[in-house]
Structures are given as structure tokens and as C-alpha cells.
């Protein structure tokens, strides 16, 4: 297994020709950014929704259908769903909006306080449908056809787009973790047509056929730490680990290693560059099998588009990856 370990400088990616503007400034803090049919959508820290088209244009004002914060998020078609968790509150739900609608402002989250009970439950402001969560979800992911998500203590779930039930399954557990402290605690889903996988801190993986939620396959990734989180691309993962740790790993095995300035935000793979383009800790990166660069940067880096050639940071603005100076 090799490992990095490397000087900032420019990532050994080609200059790209930007297939859209460089969007204005965001009015709030991002946390994530989905693509979609017309666009992209970006995810605010507090539950913001913001449209932006196919030009890179900002669409309407910043919505917040809800006052909690999105756990987390998925795409299928024209439609959002989403996850919507207040740990103080020990409320949470779960949505779906449709994207050929405007986004609408929801209640204040005073309002939250005074309604607990599930017949007088607030809900997402224009959702198409959404339910009440009675356990803190986990983790969500989406194919074409449906979508995956894991309710702590509960179990896995797979529904269609109209919240219909396809199967479910019990918790994930392994007999080699169940003495290690939150080992079998779910950190991260994976998805594809075929598969849906789930992840746990520990190096739990568990893949399940998603048209029927048969297990097909269950083992244990021999890790240096623990897991944090995991990105996907066909039979391309990238690993996060604790200490600011990436490993690249692919065909059932670790194949490399290398460790960055902090956690990151968001990677994608590219299939020009055959490695993967990650927005971290006030750095962008890149890394494949043959090689590894990173570009510091003055704030934290929440998305990067390696086609369009721009990245998004936490305050909101957006900027070209080339146009980093080597530093």
C-alpha cells in the first residue's frame, strides 16, 4: 500500500473551459451542492435551499422550508428528499420537494417547540410529501429509482420516490466490532443500480441487492483509525478516515494512502484525470494512483466541480481552481 505525503502546490489537472458563469456570492453558509436537471441546488448550514441554473445564475432568494438544519440530502428525477434533524428539539423528518416548484419559507423554529405532537406536526413547507422521523437518521442515498436511508437503532430503508416501502433490513452488525466502542455506528451509504451499500465506523461495509434488500455481501475493511465518511463512483471509493486521513480503495482492497490539512467537504471522481478532485480543510486536492497536489487556500472549500472548473467555499463565494497562485 503506498502512502503520500506531499508539499502544497497546483493540482495536475488540465485547464478546463467553464460550461457555466461563476454564480454570485451565497447569502448564507453552504454545506453541500446537488446537481440537478436544471442546475445545481446548494444546501446552507442552517437548511437553506438556493437554485442555480444551467448559466450559473442565482434563482430567487435562499428558502428555509424548514427550521432545522438538512442532515442530509439526495436527487431522484425532479425531486428532493431530504432529512431535516434538531438534536436539541429530538425531532426530525424526512421530505420530498419538488424542484419544478419554487422553494417556500417555513416556520420559525419557536414554532417547533410548541407542537410535538405527531397529529399537530410541522412540516417542510412544500413538500410533496413528508413524514415524521422517530429515530435520528444517519444516512441517506439515492439511485435512479429509489432512495436508501438508516435510522439509528431502527434499521435500513428502501423507498420509492412517492415514499412507498420497497424492503427494509435490520441494523447492520459484525461480530468482530460488537466489543468496540460505536465501531458499528453507520458513517456513510453508497449506492448504485445494483447495489446499495452500508458503512460503518468501525470498517463495517454491508452490500445489499437494492431491488430486494438481500445481503450479498458482509466484511470488515482492516483500517489504520477509523472511518468517517466515504465517496463513490463505480468501483472507485475514497475513504475518510479520523486524523485527516484519505485512502483510495478499490477492488476490495486499500490501495493507497495519504493525509491531508483536515476533514473534506466533498470529492468527486473524474474519469479525464482518473483520480479524484477533493474540496477539504482551506485546501483543494487531488489524488490518484500515480499521484497527489494540493492547493491551500484562505477559507474551507465545500464543493469543486472538476468539468466546470470552479469551487465553492464556506463564505459563500465561488472561484476558478486554476486561478489559484501556487503558494
Not at 483510495?248 to 482518473?274: R, V
Request: with cysteine; glycine share 8%; aromatic share 10%.
Amino acid at each position: 500500500m503506498t502512502s503520500f505525503h506531499t508539499r502544497f502546490d497546483k493540482p495536475q489537472s488540465t485547464r478546463r473551459v467553464m460550461a457555466w458563469g461563476i454564480p454570485d456570492k451565497l447569502e448564507f453558509t453552504p454545506k453541500q451542492v446537488l446537481r440537478y436537471f436544471d442546475g445545481h441546488i446548494v444546501i446552507g448550514v442552517d437548511g437553506e435551499l438556493q437554485k442555480i441554473d444551467l448559466d450559473g445564475n442565482l434563482v430567487g432568494q435562499p428558502k428555509k422550508p424548514f427550521p432545522t438544519p438538512i442532515k442530509s440530502a439526495a436527487i431522484i428525477d425532479n425531486m428532493l428528499i431530504a432529512t431535516w434533524l434538531d438534536q436539541e428539539l429530538l425531532l426530525a423528518r424526512m421530505a420530498a420537494i419538488d424542484l419544478n416548484n419554487e422553494f417556500h419559507q417555513g416556520v420559525n423554529r419557536g414554532d417547533l417547540r410548541v407542537r410535538k405532537t405527531i397529529d399537530k406536526s410541522i412540516h417542510p413547507q412544500g413538500n410533496t410529501w413528508s413524514h415524521v422521523l422517530d429515530a435520528e437518521p444517519l444516512s441517506l442515498t439515492a439511485n435512479s429509482n429509489s432512495f436508501t436511508f438508516v435510522l439509528w437503532r431502527k434499521g435500513i430503508y428502501n423507498l420509492s420516490v412517492d415514499a412507498i416501502e420497497n424492503w427494509r433490513a435490520p441494523e447492520p452488525s459484525w461480530k468482530k466490532l460488537a466489543k468496540i466502542p460505536r465501531a458499528m455506528e453507520t458513517v456513510g451509504t453508497t449506492c448504485d443500480e445494483q447495489y446499495i451499500e452500508v458503512w460503518s465506523k468501525g470498517g463495517g461495509i454491508i452490500r445489499f441487492d437494492i431491488q430486494s434488500g438481500k445481503t450479498i455481501d458482509s466484511k470488515i475493511i482492516p483500517l489504520d483509525g477509523y472511518l468517517e465518511g466515504v465517496f463513490k463512483h463505480d468501483e472507485h471509493y475514497l475513504l475518510q478516515l479520523n486524523n485527516s486521513i484519505i485512502a483510495i480503495y478499490e477492488a476490495g482492497e486499500i490501495k493507497l494512502t495519504a493525509k491531508l490539512s483536515g476533514p473534506i467537504n466533498y470529492a468527486e471522481w473524474s474519469e479525464d484525470d482518473q483520480g479524484w478532485h477533493i474540496a477539504g480543510w482551506r485546501e483543494l486536492a487531488f489524488i490518484s494512483a500515480k499521484t497527489m497536489s494540493r492547493t491551500q487556500l484562505s477559507e474551507i472549500a465545500v464543493h469543486i466541480d472538476s468539468k466546470s472548473g470552479i469551487y465553492l467555499c464556506n463564505d459563500g463565494t465561488w472561484d476558478i481552481i486554476d486561478a489559484q497562485e501556487e503558494e
